[in-house]
């Protein structure tokens, strides 16, 4: 199966704020919207979005990212972001934070694979709301990793 972009029901969003709400450093998210794929136990969605300067130059994102029964916190700030004549959205990332708890370290390759896919899949995000603000077909991600894993 593959990732779809739905609005969260109300039981999910239920079970979403239970798995991530304690790990959060400043409680629950607003956002009702995700990426999943149920098949393969995966889940994605901003939870945050901040800028940390006053004239908005400087912005990064909080995601919750579910992978297969773990919760993997991540931060990523957006180096360049374009839209080409076809339609394709092209965004490099950078991967500023991630944390993979040590009883998954192994899989860190995979986890972030398909981080990457989660945030190709839901448009950098924007999700159920990509198709509305524009006519995007697709969307390619890179992420440039900098920072421990913690």
Known sequence: ???VNERMSKE???ECERIVAARRRYGG???RHWAI???RKIWFKAYQIWTSREDGS???TEWDFYW???YVPAETMP???TLSDEGESYGLLRLSKIEIPKNALQHKSEILKELKAALE???MGLGIYAYGSSDLKSCKVDLEYEGALV
């Open 1 to 3: 199966m593959a990732y």
């Open 12 to 14: 999910d969003w239920k």
């Open 29 to 31: 998210g607003a956002n």
């Open 37 to 39: 794929d149920r098949e």
């Open 58 to 60: 400087e912005m990064f």
């Open 68 to 70: 297969k029964g773990i």
């Open 79 to 81: 180096v360049e972001r």
């Open 121 to 123: 899949a839901s448009f």
